[in-house]
């Protein structure tokens, strides 16, 4: 009998994958050896963090804010119908309490960032407005500095236009499909020396060129976009601030445990 308990016991924690079973404790150990099992703690640790800080805080998250983001993942994902979506998750190896259960701790971690720092918003973006400043950029790279100092003199020169140097030299078939075009950057996604350089420049300058990893790099200006505290902008402020305060008091609860006397 004591060894049909165990049995019993024994499958209650199996992992099952298409009807192969994995011992949890062989998951554990695939995470040490893949270097992710630190990521998962540090991830369980946080989640421990919000309940308590929601707990003490009365924030909550109600079953209609539950079903309406699971209404909207369904849409996502095309699960048109309930057998769809039950396909979905046996194929995710979860339950729907489980999928509901994750999509809870997602928006209870939305709100607990929102109503510690959502009125800090203003000021951080304030004190930091040129971070979110935004340029509008086209680039060429041409795999040699020789060529590249010669397209920049033939553009500067007026031989031809910088879109036209772009479409035939690039050495991206993608953006030269484009004529060039890179897109809009912030301040801090560039490199601080080319940062400088570019928000420093006129509409329509070329700069260049620059050494990269791809090759050689010219650089036109096209737009300056003017910091403004959007919808979006606000969503980014509220997250990074809630990940330093996480990473804080992640550390904390660190540093309390291990000044802990040993009994």
Same mark, same amino acid.
């Given at each position: 009998?004591?060894?049909?308990?165990e049995?019993?016991?024994?499958?209650?924690?199996?992992v099952?994958?298409?009807?192969?079973?994995?011992?949890?404790?062989?998951?554990?150990?695939?995470?040490r050896?893949?270097?992710?099992?630190?990521?998962?703690?540090?991830?369980?640790?946080?989640?421990?963090?919000? *309940?308590?800080? #929601? +707990? =003490?805080?009365?924030?909550?998250?109600?079953?209609? $804010? &539950?079903?309406?983001?699971?209404d909207?993942?369904?849409?996502e994902?095309?699960?048109?119908?309930?057998?769809?979506?039950l396909?979905?998750?046996?194929?995710?190896?979860?339950?729907?309490?489980?999928?509901?259960?994750?999509?809870?701790?997602?928006?209870?971690?939305?709100?607990?960032?929102?109503?510690?720092?959502?009125?800090?918003?203003?000021?951080?973006?304030?004190?930091?407005?040129?971070?979110?400043?935004?340029?509008?950029?086209?680039?060429?790279?041409?795999?040699? *500095?020789?060529? #590249? +100092? =010669?397209?920049?003199y033939?553009?500067?020169?007026? $031989? &031809?236009?910088?879109?036209?140097?772009?479409?035939?030299?690039?050495?991206?078939?993608?953006?030269?499909?484009?004529?060039?075009?890179?897109?809009?950057?912030?301040?801090?996604?560039?490199?601080?020396?080319?940062?400088?350089?570019?928000?420093?420049?006129?509409?329509?300058?070329?700069?260049?060129?620059?050494?990269?990893?791809?090759?050689?790099e010219?650089?036109?200006?096209?737009?300056?976009?003017?910091?403004?505290?959007?919808?979006?902008?606000?969503?980014?402020?509220?997250?990074?601030?809630?990940? =330093?305060?996480?990473?804080?008091?992640?550390?904390?609860?660190?540093?309390?445990?291990?000044?802990?006397?040993?009994?």
């Open positions: 009998m004591t060894r049909l308990i049995s019993y016991q024994l499958q209650d924690r199996m099952s994958f298409s009807g192969i079973n994995i011992d949890p404790e062989e998951i554990v150990y695939f995470l050896k893949d270097i992710s099992l630190r990521d998962i703690c540090q991830r369980i640790l946080y989640q421990r963090i919000v *309940e308590q800080a #929601a +707990q =003490e805080r009365g924030v909550i998250v109600t079953a209609d $804010e &539950i079903q309406a983001e699971a909207r993942l369904r849409r994902k095309r699960l048109e119908q309930a057998s769809d979506t396909a979905w998750l046996e194929g995710q190896m979860i339950t729907a309490e489980d999928w509901e259960a994750g999509i809870r701790d997602r928006l209870l971690a939305q709100a607990l960032a929102e109503h510690i720092f959502g009125n800090e918003v203003e000021r951080y973006f304030a004190e930091n407005r040129l971070d979110f400043e935004q340029v509008v950029l086209y680039r060429i790279v041409v795999p040699y *500095e020789p060529v #590249a +100092q =010669e397209l920049f033939q553009i500067e020169e007026n $031989e &031809i236009s910088f879109y036209e140097v772009a479409h035939l030299y690039d050495i991206d078939p993608q953006r030269r499909q484009v004529c060039g075009y890179e897109g809009r950057f912030h301040r801090w996604s560039l490199k601080p020396e080319i940062a400088s350089i570019v928000f420093g420049a006129r509409i329509g300058q070329i700069l260049g060129p620059f050494a990269s990893e791809q090759g050689y010219l650089l036109r200006v096209e737009e300056f976009i003017e910091a403004r505290l959007t919808s979006e902008i606000h969503q980014q402020i509220v997250n990074q601030l809630f990940s =330093e305060w996480l990473e804080n008091e992640l550390n904390f609860l660190v540093n309390s445990q291990s000044s802990e006397p040993n009994l």
